[in-house]
């Protein structure tokens, strides 16, 4: 039997929303939208050219005091026509499609929450991302302003496999290293160029080098330059994936990456950061916002776990300004950014639960935080 939350998930997984298509994503905000409104939400946009981030704002009702912030995001790595070849499908407790798991199962939970509180809360506030996948590149700003003002920031990210929740993250940036050359003819006067391509090797060169005896990963995805072989290259340029540990080890790579400076005399090299998101490293004293979320889930029989997570999320960015945060609160399921990807029915129904009781007991219990 289909339930209004199932339903609202099959129409937010129909409305194909990959990031970077203004077209598709205004399309599922426009419902989101309206959906968020018959919960009892305010709306409001912040525009950008390549999606609208969307705010929603809930007001207190008889507790006084900072909000709670959730944040989640409505695009996926999902090109249009998707489902054309990964449909929706129904199987059990398995239900799949382009976006279930990651994240639109947890819009769909926490609006079907909202709509179910009757009793004092204080206020909400919720901030749905248009370029999350991409690292939140015109988001970040936006997400440190709400986190600033929140008692508790709570993340409708993918949990840990069984649903236990994200207590830290390694930071993850998105660096591209562009090398401008001299381009000459290759044979007939190479030595009047300054070939970019070369220039290029090197430097990445240099960069493997960045990570040794230090837990950072560095992933070269993306190598572009030249244009013909008898042209010396004037242009290339490399895009790389880190991933840190330790905000130190984030500190002393990255200042290592802007500093680079050309080997050849007449070639320049920039390092600039396409996104950032700094290592939210857990407290090892223990996380207190973790132990309260997992207290309020014992009251409905829930039993909830918590753990760092290798993954990234604008969450990294709350945990590493030092707010109470934690992640992985949409329901449980799998295969995230993968063929595969799936949700679970019964996983629905326990996150709409939790969020519900959260939502009218987390703060009071939290004073604090």
Known sequence: MTTPVIAALHRYTRAESPTGDPRALAALAETLESDAAEAGFSTAREPHPTGDHLIWTLPARDVPGEPILF??????????GTLRAMPWTVDGDVIRGPGVYDTKAGIAALLAAVAAVDGPHPELRVVVVADEEIGSPTATGLVEAEARRAAAVLGLEPPHPGGDLKTGRRGSTRARIEVTGVEAHAALDPEAGANAIDELVDQLLRVRELGTGRPVLINTGTITGGGRTNVVAGQAYADLGLRFADPEDERAVLGELAALRAIRDRATVRTRLLSHRPTWRPDPAGDPLAARVAAVAATIGQSLGGRPADGAADTNTTGALGRPTVDGLAP???????????VSV????????????????????????
């Open 71 to 80: 944040l989640t995001h409505y695009d996926t790595v999902w090109p249009v």
């Open 332 to 342: 449980r399921g799998g295969g995230a950014h993968a063929r595969g990807e799936w």
């Open 346 to 369: 019964t996983g629905i129904t326990e996150r709409t639960a939790l969020l519900q009781v959260l939502i009218t007991g987390l703060l009071p219990m939290t004073g604090g935080l």
